[in-house]
């Protein structure tokens, strides 16, 4: 059975930086592909930034150049670092394979103010 855990969130000024975490289990990281996603109040949730098992990555074009996702496969954890952040990027941030899984953790909510 999946589980994820996220954590790293918090109130940010616009400008600033996050880095979240994710732990899992329950997946293979080496084999896995892997991507945090986003969901703002009122919208549907969206795939920010994946994460391949060779570690090819891509990015929403909201997020390129930004944020960056990493993961480490012995201790079955990822990571994504965000850098600049805007108002924009207000959001609850939750990981998960790609594609989903049916089992979602509780996420971890960011907020930027202007």
């Known amino acids: 059975q999946v589980q994820l855990v996220e954590s790293g969130g918090g109130l940010v000024q616009a400008g600033g930086s996050l880095t979240l975490s994710c732990s899992a289990s329950?997946?293979?990281?080496?084999?896995?592909?892997m991507a945090w996603y986003r969901q703002a109040p009122g919208k549907q949730r969206e795939r920010v930034a994946f994460?391949?098992?060779?570690?090819?990555?891509s990015y929403a074009n909201s997020v390129k150049g930004r944020f960056t996702i990493t993961k480490n496969n012995p201790e079955n954890t990822l990571h994504l670092q965000m850098n600049s952040l805007k108002p924009e990027d207000t959001a609850a941030y939750y990981c998960?394979?790609?594609?989903?899984?049916?089992?979602w953790g509780q996420g971890t909510q960011v907020t930027v103010s202007s």
């Open positions: 998960n394979t790609f594609p989903p899984d049916d089992s």
């Open positions: 994460i391949g098992p060779s570690d090819t990555t």
């Open positions: 329950g997946i293979i990281f080496s084999k896995a592909s």
